[in-house]
């Protein structure tokens, strides 16, 4: 049975005045931390067979991509649909601030994009359409090979959606943390996850 290995990294730690802040569409750069992260997971990976590489425009993605496509001898593709949600009103406000403002956690910020409720944001199915075309294409170009996608926590959450067939707001039970490596099994029949939220920068002294 013919499968594709995908491996789906978050970026890293972003700049302290978008820590805890819906930064969505906002172009932001990595904390000293992130990149300390981006090199961890870059190591962590030295000497996976990877066939290709794919990328978020946005300059986080970008600069933790940095140290990986260093270590091989292509190069990473960018792809624009893969920025991160556009959080419409919330963007830029912190997640108490949400609270406050619209009395609303900002924990359910799936299940109001599933209930396209997230105040003049993108909603899930708009969402999925730009995100599912280009993991279609992907997945179709590179059967029976590994590649990995850096990209966002909520583009991530997508992905995991549609190759599970599950509701995006089920995935706000998922952690996808910063510099966090997701992997999965990808076939015609199914697709399976072999590791979830793993972070390798976690075990540095």
């Not at 981006?38 to 190591?43: G, I, K, Q």
């Not at 609270?99 to 209930?115: G, P, T, V």
């Not at 090979?145 to 067939?165: F, K, P, T």
Request: with cysteine.
């Amino acid at each position: 049975m013919v499968s594709t290995k995908l491996f789906l990294l978050r970026h890293g730690e972003v700049e302290s005045r978008y820590q805890r802040v819906f930064g969505g569409t906002i172009d932001m750069d990595l904390s000293p931390q992130g990149h300390v992260q981006a090199v961890a997971l870059a190591n962590y990976l030295k000497g996976t067979p990877l066939n290709s590489i794919y990328c978020s425009p946005m300059k986080r993605a970008q600069q933790t991509l940095a140290p990986l496509i260093s270590q091989y001898s292509f190069p990473a593709k960018t792809v624009d649909d893969f920025h991160e949600v556009h959080f419409g009103d919330w963007t830029g406000l912190g997640w108490q601030e949400v609270f406050e403002k619209y009395q609303i956690s900002a924990f359910q910020w799936l299940d109001l994009m599933d209930k396209a409720e997230l105040p003049n944001g993108e909603c899930s199915q708009k969402f999925r359409q730009r995100i599912e075309p280009e993991l279609r294409k992907i997945i179709a170009q590179h059967s029976g090979e590994s590649v990995a996608i850096v990209c966002h926590g909520g583009v991530i959450r997508m992905i995991l959606s549609i190759l599970l067939n599950l509701p995006l707001a089920k995935f706000a039970h998922f952690e996808i943390d910063y510099a966090s490596l997701t992997q999965l099994r990808h076939t015609p029949e199914k697709s399976e996850v072999q590791l979830l939220n793993f972070t390798p920068w976690r075990d540095l002294a």
